[in-house]
């Protein structure tokens, strides 16, 4: 019912930056959430980012590796989330996923909370 297509990612040198985009379709988001994950070869999915999915709520979190240098956001109006990432480092290079929740307003930072996923796209940060 939900489909989440991300975009935004490519090659970029240490320092650089890109905004990622999510756009969704399918149904509104009004009242959850949406979060930024990124797999890297070899790791296990680690959490980024998440954003309260409300037009009264502008919370977000984030994990403490990119606090200061990414910052996630929202249009409504547009089914869009977006993520602003700036002074990127090598290890920042993963596949970034967006994933939706929408069982409760609360924000996750676990994976199996998010009930659906886009297909990624890929973030590299040269040296």
């Known amino acids: 019912q939900v489909q989440l297509v991300e975009s935004g990612g490519g090659l970029v040198q240490a320092g650089g930056s890109l905004r990622l985009s999510c756009a969704a379709s399918?149904?509104?988001?009004?009242?959850?959430?949406m979060g930024w994950f990124r797999q890297a070869p070899g790791k296990e999915r680690e959490f980024v980012a998440a954003?309260?999915?409300?037009?009264?709520?502008?919370?977000?979190i984030y994990t403490d590796s990119v606090k200061g240098r990414f910052t996630i956001s929202k249009d409504i109006a547009k089914n869009t989330m977006s993520l602003q990432m700036n002074s990127l480092k090598p290890e920042d290079t993963a596949v970034y996923y967006c994933?939706?929740?929408?069982?409760?307003?609360?924000?996750?930072?676990?994976?199996?909370?998010?009930?659906?996923w886009g297909q990624g796209t890929q973030v590299t940060v040269s040296s």
């Open positions: 994933a939706a929740d929408f069982r409760s307003t609360y924000l996750k930072t676990q994976s199996y909370n998010y009930d659906y």
């Open positions: 399918g149904r509104t988001f009004g009242g959850y959430a």
């Open positions: 954003i309260s999915w409300s037009s009264w709520r502008n919370d977000n």
